[in-house]
Each structure stands twice: as structure tokens, then as C-alpha cells.
């Protein structure tokens, strides 16, 4: 007889990042995700705190995708004693590498600007959470003790994965973080339709994307507009599957001449390794994007992009003339190259800021996008004088509807839906909708909470 499932919910409730969901039975311990806080200084805060359960205890990790709110804590789980399997897609492992290490150098500088004690972990944790790692593909069934786990397709970025659990004839799916379709190089989101517990994404619970037409035409005309102008066009982007997706695009609008010639700096160490990641991996693209490299044309080289890895290179787009196009990390701006550019052009009103993913509460992407006429950066006043654009189009999250169509999709079989990574008003609005015009058992839980499935 199967025991009972206890879930708990150790990060991700109510809170877009720290992804960390626990499974137990019996003896058995699985994890899904470890991802860091991020956003605000009270959350990143929390990455320093123990685990509420003990890491040494955990037989097997399996990781959704590698963006830092679903791993970026995998390397102090490994400090504090976890020594069972870690499994994830190929192309989360080869990611996860690159993230990982990034965002070690980022604590670090964080830690000496604030004068506090060294990051969370260190490059020998990095090393040995990679010995545990355990490249699985999709479809190819993990046993961990009386469970079948298999990886699906989520869509959201390159090898992101939902994590299925079957026991007994009945599934626990977790979506990860899904996919916003069309994705111009991933495959469509799988459709699910046999889940009995279900722990789903919000992001975008409460609101509509555009259309990515629309999307598309906004790109082409901020563009126009500040090549136009002569200033500087800064777009902080997610290294991860955001600037493969712009880049995509900018490349189709050079190709077919439909934005004037300008130099375009990819100015972000990590998001040339990631693409370097994405050019590896070409079976796990879509059919169109492959159809487009059978005809000879090579995705992310086209004519005026520079890319600048090197740190004199970086500092050296500031002498290049105008007008230009500088791509850079952080998406959120709460690092990375993206904020001496914005120091530097901020102030200019020829210049433009284009947002183009999610902006986390408390960070320096959000204050923007609110339109603050003066933020800090890096210790300095900065009046925002240069024009501040929206695209959310681009998002690599699904919005409200298709997330509704996810659920719905296997509304006749799910017996509760946990509504999770959302801030809490997205969250608990998608609860609602679900119970109202689904009548499924939808709940928002908070951290800490756990509950019994019967699987």
C-alpha cells in the first residue's frame, strides 16, 4: 500500500523566486528545484538562511530549468550535506554551469560592496554539485525508490523541463516555469492532460500579454525612433532565452533591412556563453528555426553585432559613436553591465530604455518601469530623462489565458492545483479564476505550508 505524499512548500509560494518544493514518503526525500531569492534586499537576504530540512537527508534533486530562481542555491545545498542525485535536461546542466559560476562572481562583488561575509557557496561547491549532476532527456523515466519521474517539455527556455511523479497510477506534475507561445526557436509547451495534483507557475496570473506582431512592431519602431534620435538604445535582457529570442529578431529586422544600420553590442559575458549553449543544442529547436539553419542562415551573427566579453571591450562602447544598441544583463538591472550604461544614458532624452521581461518589486527594472524621475545606481542620483519602453510580448512566460488553458487541459482528471511563482495578488487572482470558472480546487499556498496528496 502507498504511503501518503507530503508536500511542502519551502520557497516560490507567494513570491515569484526561490523556487523549492519538497516531496516526502517514508523514508524517501525529493526535491524539486533550489533556486535562489531575488529582487529585493529583505529576499536576497534569505538565501543565507539554513534549509527547513536537512539537505543530507534529500535522495534526489531534479531541476525544472537554470535560470537562478530554480537553482541558484543548488551549491550551498551541496555545503550544507546533500550528497544524493541531481537530474536535470543536458541543456539545463550545461546552463546551470555557466549561471552558477556568474552569479558566484556577482555575490562576491555584493558581499565586498557591503561589506558582509563571502557568498553562500564557492567554486569547490559548484564542482561538487556537478559531480551529482545526472543529464536525463525527456521521456526517459528516472526511478527514485516507487516513483517513475519523467521529464516533459515545458517551452520556456533551452531544455526547461516540467517534473512528472507517477506512483500508483496517479501524477504530481510541477510546471516549472512554462513557455509563452510561439517561441520563434523552442517547441510549444507539451500539453498535459492526465495530472492528479498539479503545481503551476503564476507570473503572469492576472494579465494579458500583446500579441507578438505587436511585439515585433514595437521592437522595429524603438528602434527606428532612437537610431532616429541619435542616442543610445539600452535593452536589459535575461541572458537566458530572452536575448536569444531578441537576437533572433533584431536579426530578421537587419536581414530584411527594415532597421537602419547601427553597431549592436551584446555587452554580457554570460549571455554569449548561453548562446554559445543554444548553437550546441540545435535538436532541441523548433521546426521553423531549423528549417532556417538548413537554408545556411546562422541564427545569431548578422551584420553590425559586436560582441564584447571582455571587460576593456565593454568599457570601450562608451566611445563608440551614436547611435548605437547595447544589449546587457541584468534583465531586472540589479547587476551586471546593464547599470553603467544606464548611469551613462540614462540621463540622455535622445536615448531610450526598453523592458522587455518581468521586473521584480524592489528592483531597479521595476522602479523604471514606473517611471521614477531620479533612481539610485551604484551610489549615484540618476535622473531618468531618456524615454522608458514596455514589450511584454517577448516574455518567455505564459499569460493569464494560456495558463488557464493548461489547467483546463487536464481539468478533468486534476484533483487540487497549488498556484505558485507569482507575486501574491497574480497568484491568488489565477486561484480564483480557476475555482470560478474551472470549480477545481485551487489554492495559493505561503511558504511553509505543506499538505497530503494521496498518490
Sequence with gaps: MNQKLKLTFCGGAQSVTGSNYLLESGDTKILVDCGLFQGTKISEDK??????????????????HAHLDHIGRVPKLVRD???????????????????LADSLGV??????????????????DIQRALGLWNPVDYHDGIPVADFNIN??????VMGSAMVEIARGGKKILFTGDLGNPPNPLLRDTEKVTDADFLIIESTYGDREHEELNEANLKLERV????????????????SLERTQKLLFQINDLVEHGRIPRAPIFLDSPLAIKATNVYKKYQRYYNENAKDIIRSGDALFQFP???????????????????PKIIIAGSGMSNGGRIVHHELNYLPDPKSALLLMGY?????????LQERQKTVRIMGETVRVRARVENIRGYSAHPDMNDLF????????????????????????????????YLGVDAAAPETGDNFELDI
Excluded: C, W
Excluded at 538565501?47 to 525544472?64: E, K, V
Excluded at 521586473?359 to 522602479?367: C, E, M, P, V
Design 107 to 124: 555575490m562576491r562583488k555584493e558581499a565586498r560592496r557591503s561589506r558582509k561575509k563571502d557568498a553562500i557557496y564557492s567554486e569547490d
Design 405 to 436: 488553458d493548461f489547467v483546463h487541459n487536464t481539468a478533468d482528471t486534476v484533483k487540487k492545483v497549488f498556484v505558485v511563482q507569482g507575486e501574491p495578488k497574480s497568484s491568488l487572482f489565477f486561484t480564483q479564476r480557476l475555482r470560478d
Design 151 to 156: 521529464f516533459r517539455d515545458a517551452g520556456h
Design 359 to 367: 521586473q521584480a518589486a524592489g528592483s531597479l527594472g521595476r522602479r
Design 223 to 238: 528602434i527606428e525612433d532612437t537610431m532616429h534620435s541619435g542616442g543610445a538604445l539600452m535593452i536589459p535582457a535575461f
Design 304 to 322: 553590425g553585432l559586436k560582441m564584447t566579453l571582455k571587460t576593456e571591450e565593454s568599457k570601450a562602447i562608451k566611445r563608440a559613436p551614436f
Design 47 to 64: 538565501n543565507d538562511d539554513s534549509f527547513p530540512y536537512d539537505p543530507a537527508s534529500i535522495d534526489a534533486l531534479f531541476i525544472t
Design 81 to 99: 550535506g546533500f550528497r544524493g542525485k541531481i537530474f536535470s535536461t543536458p541543456p539545463t546542466r550545461d546552463l546551470a554551469e555557466l549561471m
